[in-house]
């Protein structure tokens, strides 16, 4: 015979699973895949996610103007130095539904930079961003692409993104061959790296963006991307992208 208290236990332990089992079911038939403040709507949709370095620019307004008229979102990550005097543009990303990411303040490379500087590096641009746009700003991308292991750790509660593509368009400033690059290598679950720095990739995505929207990709922003499978990002690691029911690359 169980006693009272034994009972009352068993009671409670059968409640508590029965609760876990009905959330978990519940977000599995969500249309909404929900993670990282993240609301993905549709998450099985061919998504791209466009992310611009460097800027901003003189070049960015214009980009975010076309953006704008194909309801296109995108990720920029932005150099703390040019956000303190570009404060207008800053506003705008955030305004038209874009995402803001960090790229340091002057573009150092974290392979060579001490865990402090990094650490002043990311957090002095994250407070240039905070003062303009009353955002807090959750990802990063390491300048060139480098990076150690302690180099992540340097900035222990915020996320990385690489890219699974990179357009090169710094080296080849050609509209032709950048528009090609985006719509020849084009994939579900792509971050593509370009720059808002230079006119010829502006006018390139605007031109890509219309071809691939008629292949069905939709153009999102990188949180979107990877918490489309409502996986939930953790510090320490280097995103690359994520395609439906995968988990997100990185390395």
């Not at 922003?221 to 995103?239: H, M, Q, S, T, W």
């Amino acid at each position: 015979m169980l006693n009272l208290k034994e009972t009352t236990n068993k009671t409670n332990i059968i409640i508590a699973l029965a609760l876990t089992a009905f959330i978990i079911i519940s977000y599995i038939f969500t249309p909404y895949s929900k993670s990282f403040g993240v609301e993905v709507e549709n998450p099985s949709r061919k998504m791209i996610a466009l992310t611009f370095d460097d800027g901003p620019s003189d070049y960015t307004q214009a980009l975010l103007d076309g953006l704008k008229s194909k309801n296109a979102k995108a990720t920029f990550f932005v150099l703390g130095k040019k956000a303190q005097k570009n404060t207008e543009t800053i506003k705008n990303i955030i305004a038209d539904g874009h995402l803001l990411g960090n790229h340091t303040y002057s573009h150092i490379d974290m392979m060579k930079s001490s865990k402090n500087t990094i650490a002043s590096q990311i957090y002095s641009t994250n407070k240039i961003i905070k003062e303009i746009t009353g955002t807090d700003v959750k990802f990063y991308r390491p300048p060139y692409g480098h990076y150690f292991g302690t180099s992540l750790n340097a900035v222990n509660d915020m996320i990385a993104v690489k890219w699974s593509n990179d357009s090169i368009d710094w080296k080849h400033q050609d509209e032709e061959y950048v528009f090609n690059y985006i719509v020849n290598k084009a994939h579900d679950g792509e971050i593509l790296l370009l720059h808002d720095t230079k006119e010829t990739t502006v006018k390139a995505t605007l031109r890509a963006i219309d071809v691939l929207e008629a292949q069905g990709y939709s153009f999102v922003r990188v949180d979107e991307l990877l918490c489309r499978n409502g996986d939930k990002l953790a510090p320490g690691i280097a995103y690359r992208g994520c395609k439906f029911n995968k988990k997100p690359t990185w390395f």
